[in-house]
Nanobody
Framework: QVQLVESGGGLVQAGGSLRLSCAAS????????MGWYRQAPGKQRELVAT???????NYAESVKGRFTISRDNARNTVYLQMNSLKPEDTAVYYC?????????WGQGTQVTVSS
């Protein structure tokens, strides 16, 4: 079993920045791809960004140029640096990780951007 714990969410004004972190722990051999997803009220969960173990990244069009995903394989941790935040970025942000054939989710962290 792998546990994911997110941190770094909060309330920020439009144009501000936040940095999310997600640390994996448990019976880890090798974490594969990791990513961030978000779910706004009344909407489906959507992909924000993903990163492979080798560092290849993928972003949703809506966050390209504003968000940066990175990871520290030694610490089994993934980060999401969010700059130039907009009110439409308000959502619960979830961390996701692959470990062999299993897929894991964190409990989510709230990000609220005020206008």
């Amino acid at each position: 079993q792998v546990q994911l714990v997110e941190s770094g969410g909060g309330l920020v004004q439009a144009g501000g920045s936040l940095r999310l972190s997600c640390a994996a722990s448990g019976s880890i051999v090798s974490i594969g791809a990791m990513g961030w997803y978000r779910q706004a009220p009344g909407k489906q969960r959507e992909l924000v960004a993903t990163i492979t173990r080798g560092g290849f990244t993928n972003y949703a069009e809506s966050v390209k140029g504003r968000f940066t995903i990175s990871r520290d394989n030694a610490r089994n941790t993934v980060y999401l640096q969010m700059n130039s935040l907009k009110p439409e970025d308000t959502a619960v942000y979830y961390c996701n990780a692959n470990h062999f054939l299993d897929n894991y989710w964190g409990q989510g962290t709230q990000v609220t951007v005020s206008s």
